[in-house]
Every structure is written in structure tokens, then in C-alpha cells.
């Protein structure tokens, strides 16, 4: 795919999100895909992707907030997670454990969006929304702008994208000694041993092939393409991180 065959599947993909339709059948994850293969296609495209993408995203999410409103809304709900953790060292018995199990809750799913946000500002790249995309997966993501995005180096998109799981493995067992030294229940803290151990179990059944992980490989191979694969299509809705 070249530059005018490039720039004739983004008039479609324009035209499609015009009145609605979804981007996939007109090839524009294909032609994305090329265009991060080549610098000089980046350059080109990066920008006018990035508004089809936009308008893309505004068609099929269910909530969005601007990045700022959202900022300040996670921030918040992060630092009242971590005040009911800390509550829990003066309370005792299953009051303590609830309201453990519920700051702890809070942290976990908040820090996931935050872990892309930060680790993304940081490599370069910019975002838009805070959103939720549909009810039977309520945990909040960010929207990037798909232009910094493309600008970014891959392995930076890659990293960025394993940045939020990482950190959600990570969080039961870093909270396993606050949970001690809290003196909450035993059954919480063996209970934030199997939470630990449930989620690794779904980013190795779900993760690597739907979210984070399988979007840290598909970047990652354009660091070093496999020999003799050819070009394959992104699939699946505008770029996001959750």
C-alpha cells in the first residue's frame, strides 16, 4: 500500500464515520498499520488518522470526561482508595476488612488508566478523554491522540500499552504488606493473593489475545518484523488503552 492508496482508504474511512458506519471494512486499520512502517507515511498521515479516529470514538463510546476532568476524578478516587487503606490500621474485625478490600478496590482499578496516562505523557504521547466504553466493562480508560501516538517510537506504544497491566499484577501483591501490617483478617489477605493470582490468569487467557498484551506484541513486531509475514489490519475499535 502506497501513499495515494493510503490517502484513498482514509477518504473512505472519512466518509464511513460520517454516517456512522465502523472503520474496519474500509481498510483503515490496514492502512494504519502501513503507515507505521514508514516515517515519511507518519508524517504525512499521522494528523488526519488521528481526526478519523476521533470521530470514531465519539460514535461508539458509551461515557467520555476531557482528559483534565478526568485527571481529576481518578486522582481523587485514587487518593480516597488509599485514605481507606490507611483507615483500616485504626479499625478491627470485618469492619477493617471491608473497608480494606473496598480502598483496595478502588486503587486497582484506577491505577491501571493512570499507569498508561503517566507512563504515555512521558514517552511522548498526548490523550484526549478519559471514557468508559460499555456497561460489561465499567473500568475507566484513556483515549490517546492517535497522532502522538503514531509519532512515538514503537517500542515506547509498546510499553506503554504493557504499563497498566504490569501495574494491575502488581498491586495485590504490593498491597499483601499493608493488608499484614494492618492487622485485617487473614481470609483478606489471602484473598489478595488470589485476586493476584486471578488477574495474571486473565491477561494470560484474555489479555494476550484482546487488550494490553496483544497490543504490546502487535507494536513490538514493528520494531523487528518476523520475516515473511505480510501486512495485517489492526482491527477492533479507535485507539485506546483499556
Not at 476531557?66 to 485504626?90: D, E, H, Q, R, S
Not at 469492619?95 to 478502588?106: C, H, R, W
Not at 485485617?184 to 489475545?209: A, F, Y
Amino acid at each position: 500500500m502506497d501513499g495515494s492508496q493510503v490517502e484513498a482508504t482514509l477518504d473512505e474511512a472519512e466518509q464511513a464515520v460520517s454516517v456512522g458506519s465502523p472503520l474496519g471494512p474500509t481498510g483503515f486499520w490496514k492502512a494504519v498499520d502501513e503507515v507505521k512502517r514508514d516515517p515519511d507515511l507518519t508524517e504525512q498521515f499521522a494528523d488526519r488518522i488521528a481526526r478519523i479516529d476521533r470521530a470514531a470514538f465519539k460514535t461508539w463510546v458509551l461515557i467520555a470526561v476531557p482528559i483534565w476532568l478526568g485527571n481529576v476524578l481518578i486522582i481523587g478516587a485514587t487518593l480516597i482508595g488509599l485514605v481507606l487503606v490507611g483507615w483500616t490500621y485504626y479499625l478491627e474485625g470485618v469492619g477493617s476488612a471491608l473497608v480494606f478490600l473496598l480502598g483496595f478496590g478502588i486503587i486497582l482499578v484506577t491505577t491501571h488508566g493512570l499507569t498508561h496516562l503517566v507512563v504515555g505523557t512521558l514517552m511522548g504521547m498526548r490523550f484526549t478523554h478519559w471514557f468508559i466504553g460499555k456497561l460489561t466493562q465499567p473500568q475507566p480508560g484513556v483515549k490517546l491522540d492517535y497522532a502522538t501516538y503514531l509519532r512515538a517510537p514503537a517500542t515506547s506504544r509498546a510499553w506503554m500499552h504493557a504499563s497498566g497491566a504490569i501495574v494491575t499484577k502488581l498491586m495485590p501483591f504490593v498491597f499483601l504488606g499493608a493488608a499484614i501490617a494492618a492487622g485485617v483478617p487473614t481470609w483478606v489477605v489471602w484473598s489478595l493473593v488470589v485476586i493476584g493470582l486471578v488477574v495474571i490468569g486473565i491477561d494470560i487467557v484474555w489479555s494476550t489475545k484482546k487488550s494490553d498484551w496483544k497490543k504490546f506484541k502487535r507494536e513490538m513486531e514493528y520494531v523487528s518484523p518476523p520475516r515473511g509475514t505480510s501486512d495485517a489490519g489492526e482491527g477492533g475499535s479507535p485507539q485506546s488503552t483499556s
